[in-house]
T-cell receptor, first 114, second 110 residues
Framework: EPEVTQTPSHQVTQMGQEVILRCVPI?????FYWYRQILGQKVEFLVS????????KSEIFDDQFSVERPDGSNFTLKIRSTKLEDSAMYFC????????????FGPGTRLTVT | SQKIEQNSEALNIQEGKTATLTCNYT??????LQWYRQDPGRGPVFLLL?????KEKRKERLKVTFDTTLKQSLFHITASQPADSATYLC?????????FGGGTRLMVKP
């Protein structure tokens, strides 16, 4: 069964550095998402992406964040200048065009900012 | 502000019994509601979606109800098994944006 994959599984970076988190959504999916989950807290929506543009974003998704679909398979989340409070698990998700509300999540990337 | 409440205390039940989890919300009018399963260190796994004009949805041993007047959803797992032990997340949807509750941890004892 097709799955969303994410790399790396764990990323450690220093405060102020840029990080790029990578995701390969399920191949026939057209909607893509990023969520984050700070340890012990709720899963929080960051951004949704469709037809090569952002369709919705939350207040968390400020100018420090950006997303890109650089080719036909990858979907990336960039954090320009990481802060300690960016430490979290970041989940990518995707959904089909005809069932776009059913989101399929990847295993996550644990980001640790030191 | 929007609020989604799930019982933060773990629910412990005996194998074979029916588990019932609750999701209450305020200041929100979702177009749909979803339930996800999350295991430790893993991403949420989609289980069921119910729309605002639906009262009940079933899938195998799972049943979800949605009462937009009470602003409540109930999630049932019948004939529960130890493998059902996990955290279950309620998520409210508007457009493609999901707002998650904090989840309820279910422990099914053999």
């Amino acid at each position: 069964e097709p799955e969303v994959t994410q790399t790396p599984s764990h990323q450690v970076t220093q405060m102020g550095q840029e990080v790029i988190l990578r995701c390969v959504p399920i191949s026939n999916h057209l909607y893509f998402y990023w969520y984050r989950q700070i340890l012990g807290q709720k899963v929080e929506f960051l951004v949704s992406f469709y037809n090569n543009e952002i369709s919705e974003k939350s207040e968390i998704f400020d100018d420090q964040f950006s997303v890109e679909r650089p080719d036909g398979s990858n979907f990336t989340l960039k954090i320009r200048s990481t802060k300690l409070e960016d430490s979290a698990m970041y989940f990518c998700a995707s959904s089909r065009r005809d069932r776009n509300y059913e989101q399929y999540f990847g295993p996550g990337t644990r980001l640790t900012v030191t | 502000s929007q609020k989604i409440e799930q019982n933060s205390e773990a629910l412990n039940i005996q194998e074979g019994k029916t588990a019932t989890l609750t999701c209450n919300y305020t200041n929100y009018s979702p177009a749909y509601l979803q339930w996800y399963r999350q295991d430790p260190g893993r991403g949420p796994v989609f289980l069921l979606l119910i729309r605002e004009n639906e009262k009940e949805k079933r899938k195998e041993r799972l049943k979800v109800t949605f009462d937009t007047t009470l602003k409540q959803s109930l999630f049932h797992i019948t004939a529960s098994q130890p493998a059902d032990s996990a955290t279950y997340l309620c998520a409210l949807g508007a457009g493609n944006m999901l707002t998650f509750g904090g989840g309820t941890r279910l422990m099914v004892k053999p």
